[in-house]
């Protein structure tokens, strides 16, 4: 799938922008804080309903306004298809694909796939299990229908469950009712475990190969989902913590509190890998999500490298740059020399300067 035509108004720093892109190699360039990076966000949106770097939607409208929008021109298929998405001030965002509102957002995943890279990537390798455990659900919400109602359930479950954890102090009455949510809990909480570990070792199987051609074979890497419990003892084990989760009003049982692993020689790579390790391994990551993606949806995803370039060493760039073949990719960077010193190719410049 391609993306052909963006078109923004009152987003970020942009009034009024519309952009054709190329349906190779697209670039970006331009200084720092003009306005690059809101771009890819803009594009990333319409894939998630989320941006990639912030939580809150009024952030995203320009200063100047009170509402901004994206309309985003898809070609799926060879079928023209848009996705609109239109921000309020103090209001949640209207979606619509192809004119027609939809009421939930998970309805608009799987309609449009991409796969973004930044340097906040390294992120998943080095900061908490939560950085990863959003990494494989952002991941799993655009493949996988099923996986979206599993965790939208299973999280709005945790909530009530939470809430009646903290409500209890007042009304130990309530303390009959916690096994209907504990047996909703452990049923939609198994089915997020079995795909999560299924996804772990399908990208892991592409990942290998990939990170050992990086780095010469000099690396022996593993990729575990670290579960902290096994599936058919989870209600089991949530009604065995129930007393604890009580007194620290809290759920201490189920997918919510598990992690990745990335080993290297049986090490792990989060404690004790060097910056380039990690950085190699979060490109590795990136690599196999598109060919797993590719082989899911049989078709390309939209490929965003926000800054990474300049980042990587000549031979992770070949490499990266190599795999780009057939598929869409919009590139940011603040200069072209790198480009032209490695003679790559590129079908669509643009220069960014403040907002437009
Ligand atoms: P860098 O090379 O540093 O990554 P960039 O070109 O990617 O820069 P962006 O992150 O895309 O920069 O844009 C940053 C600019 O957007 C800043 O000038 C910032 O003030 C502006 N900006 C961010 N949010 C808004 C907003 N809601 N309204 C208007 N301008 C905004
Ligand atoms: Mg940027």
């Not at 003009?34 to 809150?56: D, P, V």
């Not at 950085?131 to 939208?152: A, G």
């Not at 480009?339 to 643009?350: D, P």
Request: neutral net charge; hydrophobic residues 35%; proline residues 2%.
């Amino acid at each position: 799938m391609i993306v052909t035509k963006l078109e923004l108004s009152n987003f970020r720093n942009y009034k009024l922008l519309e952009l054709d892109l190329d349906k190779q190699t697209n670039i970006l360039y331009g200084n720092n804080a003009q306005g690059k990076t809101n771009i890819l966000e803009a594009i990333y949106m319409c894939s998630t309903t989320k941006s990639h770097r912030s939580n809150k939607d009024f952030e995203l409208i320009n200063f100047d306004s009170d509402e901004g929008h994206i309309k985003l021109h898809i070609n799926k298929n060879g079928r023209e298809q848009r996705i609109d998405i239109h921000l309020r001030k103090n209001k949640s965002k209207g979606i619509a694909i192809n004119g027609i509102p939809i009421k939930k957002a998970s309805e608009l995943f799987g309609v449009f796939n991409v796969i973004i890279f930044s340097p906040e990537d390294l992120n998943i390798i080095k900061n908490g299990p939560s950085e990863r455990r959003k990494f494989i659900d952002m991941e799993l919400c655009q493949l996988d229908k099923i996986y979206v109602y599993n965790l939208v359930n299973y999280n709005k479950v945790l909530s009530q469950r939470n809430q009646l954890l903290k409500d209890l102090y007042f009304k130990p009455e309530l303390k009959q009712t916690l096994d209907v949510w504990d047996m909703q809990l452990a049923k939609y909480g198994g089915e997020i475990i079995k795909r999560r570990e299924e996804f772990i070792k399908e990208i892991s199987n592409i990942l290998i190969p990939i990170h050992n051609e990086l780095t010469d074979n000099q690396e022996d890497i593993e990729i575990i989902y670290e579960k902290n419990c096994e599936t058919d003892d989870l209600y089991e084990k949530i009604v065995t913590n129930r007393e604890k989760d009580i007194k620290y009003k809290n759920t201490s049982v189920g997918p919510h509190r598990d992690d990745v692993l990335f080993f290297n020689r049986g090490k792990n790579i989060r404690t004790y890998g060097s910056q380039g390790q990690k950085r190699t391994i979060a490109l590795s990551l990136k690599l196999a999500e598109i060919e797993l993606v590719k082989s899911l949806i049989n078709d390309t995803p939209v490929l965003l490298l926000d800054d990474v370039l300049s980042e990587l060493d000549s031979k992770r760039q070949n490499h990266l740059l190599k795999s780009l073949d057939n598929i869409q990719t919009i590139i940011t960077c603040t200069g072209l020399d790198e480009f032209i010193e490695n003679r790559f190719k590129i079908n669509k410049v643009f220069q960014v300067t403040e907002g437009t």
